[in-house]
């Protein structure tokens, strides 16, 4: 069971690239989430899903996109990268029958210089 | 206002003193909360959920909520080095199974042997 796995775990892009933090989990989790953390902050919600086909925007959507056909994967798409897009990225999932009990991934660090 | 509100601290005790985190959220109807440890460079895992006013104890851990104040509180007793960590405050936004989970910035303790 590998539960929530994201890649990649580091990358650096410059300033207007374009790419995809990927996120599966074989937990067969309804409601999978993307987090960005800034250093020495909380967690800022990115977007979330209840379930294959549906999205919806969290606290910070601005410059990223999402998608949802599978149970399984939840991609995470930033264009035109801009250095306040600078953090560690995490997915994560769970259950609908147990609301707010994350399981989490390891994390993604991304930077744009 | 922010949504979930945390002192960033750092709050330092003592080994085998009591520490005590506080949390504040905005959402009236919120009805299920969290609290989430973190270790540097690691990610979030769950250690108390709390549903109904008053206290659940776990160990050394006791969450308290008073919904009326909007606030939520978490005790750690007989504090460990170990416990040296951020926790962060997690509402679930909105009544029943919304998904949408809110963190707080997080208070970062540390105990002192």
């Known amino acids: 069971n590998a539960g929530v796995t994201q890649t990649p775990k580091f990358r650096i892009l410059k300033i207007g690239q374009s790419m995809t933090l990927q996120c599966t989990q074989d937990?067969?989790?309804?409601?999978m989430y993307w987090y960005r953390q800034d250093p020495g902050m909380g967690l800022k919600l990115i977007y979330y899903s209840v379930g294959a086909g549906i999205t919806d925007k969290g606290e910070v959507p601005n410059g990223y996109n999402v998608s949802r056909s599978t149970t399984e994967d939840f991609p995470l798409r930033l264009e035109l990268a801009a250095p306040s897009q600078t953090s560690v990225y995490f997915c994560?999932?769970?259950?609908?029958?147990?609301?707010?009990?994350?399981?989490f991934g390891e994390g993604s660090r991304l930077t744009v210089l | 206002q922010k949504e979930v509100e945390q002192n960033s601290g750092p709050l330092s005790v003592p080994e085998g003193a009591i520490a005590s985190l506080n949390c504040t959220y905005s959402d009236r109807v919120s009805q299920s909360f969290f609290w989430y440890r973190q270790y540097s460079g690691k990610s979030p895992e769950l250690i108390m959920s709390?549903?109904?006013?008053g206290d659940k104890e776990d160990g050394r851990f006791t969450a308290q909520l008073n919904k009326a104040s909007q606030y939520v509180s978490l005790l750690i007793r007989d504090s460990q080095p170990s416990d040296s960590a951020t926790y962060l405050c997690a509402v679930l936004h909105g009544s029943g199974n919304t998904g949408k989970l809110i963190f707080g910035q997080g208070t970062t303790l540390q105990v002192k042997p």
């Open positions: 937990m067969n989790h309804n409601y």
């Open positions: 994560a999932s769970i259950s609908q029958g147990a609301a707010g009990e994350l399981f």
């Open positions: 709390i549903y109904s006013n």
